[in-house]
């Protein structure tokens, strides 16, 4: 694979500088601040996600071969999902792919809290590989219309080192809830709240840059 040249380069600098100076971007760049706090409130939704298997087989007696579909309509949502998703976030931008991400992971929890039957989940299952491919797509490009060509690498690290702990920590913590007795429906719920807060704050307070474009200006 070769490298394309650029003239993009931004001169080089210690790496304790690096490292000091990057965090600033998120106080400096607003909306790129804004959309990380958005991306890092639905990160909370990986939380559900990990305990529907267990809920169903603890609720409605799931067999393994219903287990083993669940598997299955993830792969095949997931597979169906990425490029309905992709073509969209080429033509309308990332920034609606990545609400449909977050609109769908809360949709997935609230079906798995209230559905009165096995059924029900094969639709949380559906819903939660459609969620997966939006909030990958749109989660990863968009952060990078913000940044300016020099500063991509930068800004694509901030953005994924600032989600990542709660990406780890979100399944332990719905494990502690499980674990103190709130029960399976305390874990979807806070899913529900936290995605649509993730939701809210990116439909209201974060510009699409797509539609107003950044300057990216080399370094």
Request: aromatic share 10%; with cysteine; glycine share 10%.
């Amino acid at each position: 694979v070769r490298e394309l040249p650029t003239t993009d380069r931004p001169p080089p600098i210690p790496m304790v500088k690096y490292l000091r100076n990057a965090p600033a971007l998120l106080r400096t760049d607003r909306g790129f601040g804004l959309l990380v706090l958005s991306l890092m409130l639905g990160s909370f939704s990986l939380m559900a996600p990990a305990f529907y298997t267990a809920y169903a087989l603890d609720r409605f007696d799931a067999s393994y071969g219903t287990v083993a579909l669940f598997t299955t309509l993830l792969m095949a949502g997931s597979t169906v999902a990425n490029p309905i998703l992709g073509l969209l976030a080429d033509r309308q931008g990332n920034k609606l792919v990545l609400q449909i991400g977050m609109l769908l992971a809360g949709a997935a929890a609230l079906v798995a809290l209230l559905g009165p039957s096995i059924e029900w989940m094969y639709l949380v299952f559906v819903l939660y590989s459609f969620s997966l491919a939006g909030s990958n797509i749109g989660g990863f490009n968009m952060p990078l219309e913000f940044a300016p060509r020099a500063q991509v690498p930068t800004y694509s690290a901030v953005c994924m080192t600032s989600s990542a702990p709660i990406r780890a920590l979100a399944p332990m913590l719905g494990g502690l809830m499980l674990s103190i007795g709130l029960g399976y429906w305390s874990v979807f719920l806070f899913t529900v709240v936290v995605s649509g807060m993730g939701l809210g704050l990116l439909t209201v307070k974060v510009r699409d840059p797509r539609h107003e474009p950044v300057p990216r200006t080399g370094g």
